[in-house]
């Protein structure tokens, strides 16, 4: 019998932007071995549309995406959580159950200025370094 798969939370702000990216690349390149969910401290009416695209380009479907609170998830184990912006690092609410958690920091796209091209080029290279960096960390040995 296979082991259960570990789950992981990735936490934001909005949960509109890089907690998206982060999910949707959780669970297309770990998705065989980590059950993973995004969330807020102060979720977005909606997930942004450059970050969905910039997604898409690279194949990996974020659309179906929904901002979530963190609220909905404190109760529920977790074998990891991860902030993924400093401002849900400060605010990161405490969890019932102990959870390990870790912060591996990237800049807001949606912060970004100026064209719609420049702002996707923003996007590309967030959307880059959370494959980069994050999915590094995750399976990185505790």
Known sequence: MPDAKRRVLVLCTGNSCRSQMAEGWIRERLGDRWEVRSAGT???ERVHPLAVRAMAE?????????????ERYL?????LVITVCDAANETCPAFPRPVPKRHVSFPDPAAAE??????????????????DR?????????
């Open 75 to 79: 109760g529920e184990p977790w074998d």
């Open 58 to 70: 690279v194949g990996v479907d974020i659309s179906g995406g929904r901002p979530e609170s963190v």
């Open 42 to 44: 102060h979720p977005a």
């Open 114 to 131: 100026g064209t719609e091209k420049e702002r996707m080029a923003v996007f590309r290279r967030v959307r880059d370094e959370i494959r």
């Open 134 to 142: 994050l999915l590094a960390e995750i399976e990185r040995p505790r």
